[in-house]
């Protein structure tokens, strides 16, 4: 499904927050986070995350 830039923007902060969530309540762990992103980066290296 292909959704509008602005749209996909806030998913992507939406997400985000959902993941630090996570790490905190102890559900993810930070090697967990990281292996996801580099993922992420890799499929879409685009993405604002992928930029630093």
Known sequence: MDLPQEDTAEYDK?????RLS?????????RAI?????????VDATRAECAS
């Open 14 to 18: 939406m997400l985000r927050k959902v």
């Open 22 to 30: 996570l790490l905190d309540d102890g559900v993810f762990d930070e």
């Open 34 to 42: 990281k292996l996801m992103k580099a993922i992420r980066c890799r």
